[in-house]
Structures are given as structure tokens and as C-alpha cells.
């Protein structure tokens, strides 16, 4: 029963480009969403949240999205660079230190 | 300038046989956690420490237990791994999730990959 999706497995996109990640969750408790970023034989690093109260979080180049009727968040990468090549991984909290994460996606920036 | 350190990286272990995974903070975070990866899937929460308050996942297998001698500490404990235990194991800590704070992220190790023979 996976409450956090992310469908792409794997996206490539030309570098200078946007990167759009996406991500759909089924538990309307979810008070808190992140994405990490995970390269190979490392764990996942922090990378941006959003708190359900919100609809866009920016960090630079990366701004996360979140739809609450749709049960929606995507990440946006602009402009794409080779080095943001690496694995994403959306995750959901309940309050109470329960995280759940997504499968998620390989992103590649093509040079 | 490591923060949550995982030793070993790579463990083999038997069938049957009895492995300690161990995992370490310099953050002085509350909440440390515990997951397990498995290829191409995503990350599953095995239980976590609240100080040492332990929570378990309801459908967290006994084989799995885990100890929290102090604040730095937390080791994953595999009484009787099976074949179907080989994963990566993610250790992870964060501040305070109950304080609701949006800063409030978890920091990842690099992990352990388990292999059972």
C-alpha cells in the first residue's frame, strides 16, 4: 500500500532545460513533503519541503510544488545542469516522526 | 565533517546468522530512524527512537530490533536474517518531527548494503 507515488522512474532532459518531477500521495493527513536527492553509494541528501499550508516553496533553482486537491507535488529544476543527475525521492510526513517516501525517479541532464 | 556515520558500508552475513548494523550522529538529534531499501524500491520505515521513546512500524518484522544506548547510538539488529532481508539499510535522524517545525528534515547516512548468503 504505497501512500507516496512517483511514476517516472527514470527522466532525461537536455542540460539549460526544465527538469519536472512528479509526485502523487493518497493520505490527505500528510502535514509536510520533501525531496531528496540521493547519489550513487550515498544516502539521500535534504534538498527542498513544503508545508501543507502551502502551494510553492522556492530554493534557487528548484521550486517545489503542491496541489492538495489533487494530492500533487512536483519539483522543478531551472535551468537543468549535468550535475543534478542523480536520483529523486519525494517523501510525506504524518506528525510523529513517520516518514514515507516514493519509489523514486533517475533523473539524467544530458550536456 | 560526517554527521551520520553507518559502519559497515557493506556487511555479508549467512543465512541464519545473527548481524549487527550500526549507525552514529554528531548532530545531537532526538529522533533517529531506520530504513530499509530494496532495488528500485522506495525506502521503508522500520521503526524509530524519539529519544528512547522506541516506535515500531506495525508491519515491521520481529526478526528486525533495534537499541538506543544513548543519544549518538542506534544499532539495527537482524536475529535470523533470511534472503529476503538483503537490502540497504538507511539509518537517519532528525530534530524533532512533533514540534512541527518546517525545517524539521531528516539526515541520511550513507547506509549499509546487507548481503545474506
Known amino acids: 500500500d504505497q501512500q507516496v507515488k512517483q511514476n517516472s522512474p527514470s527522466l532525461s532532459v537536455q542540460e539549460g532545460r526544465i527538469s519536472i518531477l512528479n509526485c502523487d500521495y493518497t493520505?490527505?493527513?500528510?502535514?509536510?513533503f520533501l525531496w531528496y536527492k540521493k547519489y550513487p553509494a550515498e544516502g539521500p541528501t535534504f534538498l527542498i519541503s513544503i508545508s501543507s499550508i502551502k502551494d510553492k516553496n522556492e530554493d534557487g533553482r528548484f521550486t517545489v510544488f503542491l496541489n492538495k486537491s489533487a494530492k500533487h507535488l512536483s519539483l522543478h529544476i531551472v535551468p537543468s545542469q549535468p550535475g543534478d543527475s542523480a536520483v529523486y525521492f519525494c517523501a510525506a510526513r504524518l506528525t510523529g516522526n513517520q516518514f514515507y517516501f516514493g519509489t523514486g525517479t533517475s533523473l539524467t541532464v544530458i550536456p | 565533517d560526517a554527521m551520520v556515520i553507518q559502519n559497515p558500508r557493506y556487511q555479508v552475513t549467512q543465512f541464519g546468522k545473527p548481524v549487527t548494523l550500526s549507525c552514529s550522529q554528531t548532530?545531537?538529534?532526538?529522533?533517529m530512524y531506520w530504513y530499509q531499501q530494496k532495488s528500485s524500491q522506495a525506502p521503508k520505515l522500520l521503526f524509530h527512537y524519539y529519544d528512547k521513546d522506541f516506535n515500531n512500524e506495525a508491519d515491521t518484522p520481529d526478526n528486525f530490533q533495534s537499541r538506543r544506548p544513548n543519544t549518538s547510538f542506534c544499532f539495527l539488529d537482524i536475529r535470523s536474517p533470511g534472503l529476503g532481508d538483503a537490502a540497504m539499510y538507511l539509518c537517519?535522524?532528525?530534530?524533532?518531527?512533533?514540534?512541527?517545525?518546517?525545517?524539521?528534515?531528516?539526515?541520511f547516512g550513507p547506509g549499509t548494503r546487507l548481503t545474506v548468503l
Open positions: 493520505n490527505s493527513m500528510f502535514d509536510y
Open positions: 548532530l545531537n538529534h532526538n529522533v
Open positions: 537517519a535522524t532528525s530534530r524533532d518531527s512533533l514540534a512541527g517545525a518546517e525545517e524539521d528534515t531528516q539526515y
